[in-house]
């Protein structure tokens, strides 16, 4: 899967993937990271990529020349996805990762300043779609770029160690992730729970579901309601009535 990333300050994009699980990735061609500064297709000898906005107000805001050029450098997969990060964009999850995966490139565009000219969200590509990682504010787009590029790879094949190791990840179906243990099995008289040291898979299972459930409920109480509406299994059924 490509990435190619539209943003002022790509040694950011590039840094942070040249660790860890992405920097793997992108040696086993699981992925390719490619970062375009919009400033190496201004049209003046300043490289000046934004201006004060019409109307007066505060702050910068980018213009829509070299962010057009930009974009149109960049070579389109035919399954190809542009994505404008902004926190007026629909909200991130966990299934909108695993949605991205079916595309064989993405184009994550960045903002900065007071963000974009109004012309790149509705004339730079038909198929753009505006998305948000919360209902917060960053200084630019980088680190939401990152955080797309980061959660998407990993439910890519070859990604991981072991492919299934992101499907019981919190949020992966809907509930939150389990309680997780490794040795010594007591310290300081804190111990990991019984069960995970018997060996029956079989109950283990049920343990860990039942955890997933139950911290569900407790912490994320609209994750919970709405892992109620969905359609159960009888053991999840079993679980809740036990936990009622």
């Known amino acids: 899967m490509r990435f190619d990333v539209l943003t002022l300050f790509p040694e950011m994009i590039e840094s942070a993937c040249a660790h860890s699980i992405l920097k793997r990735a992108q040696e086993q061609n699981v992925i390719e990271i490619n970062a375009v500064n919009p400033r190496d297709y201004t ?22 020349q070299p962010m057009f050029d930009a974009y149109a450098s960049i070579k389109k997969d035919e399954n190809y996805l542009p994505v404008l990060l902004t926190p007026q964009g629909k909200t991130y999850n966990q299934k909108t990762a695993a949605d991205f995966t079916k595309y ?43 955080t797309v590029i980061d959660s998407v790879t990993r439910l890519l094949d070859g990604a991981l160690g072991h492919d299934e190791s992101s499907l019981g990840d919190t949020f992966s179906d809907g509930l939150l992730e389990y309680p997780q243990y490794t ?15 018997n060996g029956n898979h079989a109950q283990i299972n049920k343990w860990r579901r039942t955890q997933q459930i139950l911290k569900t409920k407790e912490k994320r109480p609209d994750l919970y309601e709405k892992f109620l509406q969905s359609n159960l299994s009888k053991e999840d059924l079993k679980i809740i009535k036990s936990l009622s």
Do not use: W
């Not at 049209?43 to 829509?64: A, I």
């Not at 963000?115 to 790149?120: A, M, S, T, Y």
């Open 43 to 64: 049209e003046n000898k300043h490289r000046k990529v934004d201006d004060t906005p019409y109307g007066g107000g505060f702050g910068m805001v980018l213009m829509p």
């Open 183 to 197: 040795k010594p099995a007591d310290y300081k008289g804190s111990c990991v729970p019984e069960v995970l040291l």
């Open 104 to 146: 064989s490139q993405l184009i994550l565009i960045c903002g900065h300043y007071e963000g974009f000219d109004e012309r790149i969200r509705t004339e730079l590509d038909d198929k753009l779609v505006e998305l948000s990682i919360g209902d917060f504010v960053l200084t630019g787009g980088e680190l939401a770029a990152i």
